[in-house]
């Protein structure tokens, strides 16, 4: 145990940056009061959703660090697919559409300029296509934590500073 200790490698700052956007992702509020499904997809979109706010907001500014912290998240999800029992054979397999999604979702939450677009591309992503009603408040815990995140610091941010509860 000691030995695990002094030999472990210091987390990077991409790493400490997905562990924050982690935890915001899996917060309960977002399970019981917004109804998004305590799934593995639910939660894969919730995470898809933090990635897209912290995305969003270091384009231009950090780009380097968007690239490490989608590099992490990928790390993270191989590493879990194989955690879960999956062959090393169809990691690639099931890490394909989980790809594909990713990019699906953060072209859908980046051109949803308008809060009805929004909704609907959450229902859509976030609730499987059905009509909720908590798509729209999870749409404005959206918008807010956009605003809050544009008015923080990058360095902050890139700290893992997200404060988005």
Request: zero cysteines.
């Amino acid at each position: 145990m000691i030995l695990n200790k002094l030999f472990a490698r210091k987390p990077t700052a991409a790493q400490r940056l997905y562990v924050a956007i982690v935890a915001g992702a899996r917060q309960e509020k977002f399970y019981a009061e917004m109804d998004v499904p305590d799934t593995l997809d639910g939660r894969f979109d919730m995470i898809v959703l933090h990635m897209f706010l912290v995305l969003d907001r270091l384009r231009g500014e950090a780009a380097d660090m968007g690239q490490q912290l989608t590099d992490t998240f990928f790390k993270d999800l191989d590493r879990t697919l194989r955690e879960m029992g999956i062959g090393d054979l169809s990691v690639a397999k099931k890490i394909r559409p989980m790809a594909e999604a990713f990019a699906g979702r953060i072209k859908a939450y980046a051109t949803a300029s308008e809060e009805g677009v929004l909704v609907e591309a959450l229902k859509r992503n976030v609730y499987g296509g059905a009509a909720n009603p908590k798509a729209s408040d999870l749409a404005q815990w959206m918008q807010s934590a956009k605003t809050k995140l544009s008015s923080m610091p990058t360095k902050s941010i890139v700290d893992g500073e997200l404060g988005l509860e």
